[in-house]
């Protein structure tokens, strides 16, 4: 059967329900950098306790990630997922009932705990569903909840706050998770072979290209679970991811205080709907990055790239005057802090071995998305400081600046690692390269 014969249901059931799950995740830690700019003192919050509130979010959500990846691998993503999915659920509404500063962070805080485990698990997932050739369109497109719940929901947040107080909005936005639960549940499976709906020859079709991917990759990613996270392309995958995140949730956190700024303090409606401006560019350029990154194999280029134009932009836009040039920038700046995504996750497992591979992603995601505390504190704090954003922004940009370096230099081929090359080819033994094709593509970069 040919390549172009296979069916690809997979892309139509697993990809949509996992897309929608998370993105009413990110909604819940995203709705805060919304809500924040019209708390208006109910509960005392300066810039840096700001950041902070938006930042602690991820300090619990270091906890879970390698537990709840571990169990993905060797018990169910599906059933993980659930019962975390309904642990947040509770979680975001009681975030909004909070009465004092100090119980804001403790609940932003839970929700961050129970967060934490999801997006390994639904790598793990994913890894089941989808080959290497596939995976960066995979992630990506899984994802692309990321700008998509931003599109979507900032304008229905600045909508609710015209209407409600941002307490309402918060307890109103946790009750979707409780409620997908149920679709998940029916929906998803763990592995093909346990799906209803998929044809024997989808089955098998991914059966056998797993397999292939699982064989042709180094036995150095093999062995214990200490082996493959102590390999050196591990510890520069965490580098990265913290560095990047620190820039991302940074721009992400104060966007839309940006955007109210340069609408001299407009409607929280008309905030919301400018903010989904930015997102729906990066959603674009994100799942185009991700393709071409699937295309051409160069999965250090699809991350270091974009994260370069992100830099520029992120200084530009402290330079330049006018809402026009200033919006354009942040439209470039948020394409170019989400664009790498999809391919930067395709990389552990292309990697690692799948058995190993679970605890190597949920270590890289705890570590690095201790940036997301970083970022927005930075930013919060400096402004404090400072009594401007620029010196915010200009720290992250330096964080973006070694985010770029180390993937440029930390994850450079070796001498016996394939180099960047078609993503269809075999994946080839790769332990310290990010970058996968056959031996006719090694002169290429």
């Not at 004092?100 to 932003?108: D, E, G, I, K, N």
Request: with cysteine; charged share 10%.
């Amino acid at each position: 059967m040919t390549q172009g014969a296979i069916p690809a249901k997979r892309w139509v059931y697993v990809i949509p329900v996992a897309a929608i799950m998370y993105m009413l995740a990110y909604l819940d830690r995203n709705n805060v950098s919304v809500v924040l700019p019209y708390m208006h003192g109910d509960l005392a919050l300066s810039n840096a306790d700001k950041g902070l509130a938006g930042g602690v979010f991820f300090l619990g959500y270091v906890f879970l990630q390698i537990p709840a990846a571990v169990l993905a691998q060797r018990w169910s993503a599906r059933k993980t997922v659930l019962i975390l999915m309904v642990a947040w659920g509770l979680s975001a509404v009681l975030s909004g009932l909070v009465q004092t500063r100090v119980q804001f962070y403790a609940a932003r805080f839970v929700l961050g705990f129970f967060e934490g485990g999801v997006w390994p698990a639904v790598l793990i997932l994913l890894a089941s569903w989808f080959p290497l050739r596939e995976r960066a369109r995979a992630n990506a497109l899984w994802m692309a909840c990321l700008p998509l719940s931003s599109v979507l929901m900032a304008p229905l947040s600045g909508w609710m706050l015209d209407h409600a107080n941002w307490r309402w909005v918060l307890v109103l936005q946790g009750v979707p998770p409780l409620l997908w639960a149920v679709v998940w549940w029916f929906a998803v499976a763990d592995h093909p072979a346990r799906a209803r709906w998929i044809s024997a020859a989808e089955a098998d079709h991914l059966a056998r290209a797993i397999a292939a991917d699982e064989a042709a990759k180094s036995p150095a990613g093999g062995g214990s679970y200490l082996a493959a996270v102590r390999q050196r392309s591990v510890l520069v995958l965490i580098g990265v991811y913290f560095f990047w995140i620190t820039g991302f949730y940074g721009f992400s956190l104060w966007l839309p205080s940006v955007i109210k700024e340069l609408t001299h303090d407009g409607s929280a409606t008309e905030v919301g709907l400018l903010t989904a401006v930015p997102f729906t560019v990066a959603l674009v350029v994100m799942i185009a990055n991700a393709a071409w990154s699937d295309r051409t194999g160069r999965r250090r280029q699809a991350v270091a790239v974009p994260l370069a134009v992100g830099i520029v932009a992120l200084l530009l836009g402290q330079a330049v005057h006018g809402a026009l040039p200033r919006m354009l920038l942040l439209c470039v700046t948020a394409a170019a802090v989400y664009a790498p995504y999809g391919p930067f996750w395709a990389i552990p497992g292309q990697l690692l071995r799948f058995e190993v591979v679970a605890v190597a992603m949920g270590l890289v995601n705890a570590l690095g998305n201790l940036g997301g505390f970083a970022g927005p504190y930075l930013v919060g704090w400096l402004t404090d400081t400072t009594g401007t954003s620029l010196t915010g922004f200009a720290v992250l940009a330096a964080f973006l600046a070694v985010a770029v370096l180390l993937v440029m230099v930390g994850l450079r081929p070796g001498p016996s690692s394939p180099d960047d090359g078609p993503a269809g080819a075999a994946p080839g033994a790769v332990t310290g390269s990010a970058d996968s094709g056959n031996s006719a593509a090694d002169s290429r970069s």
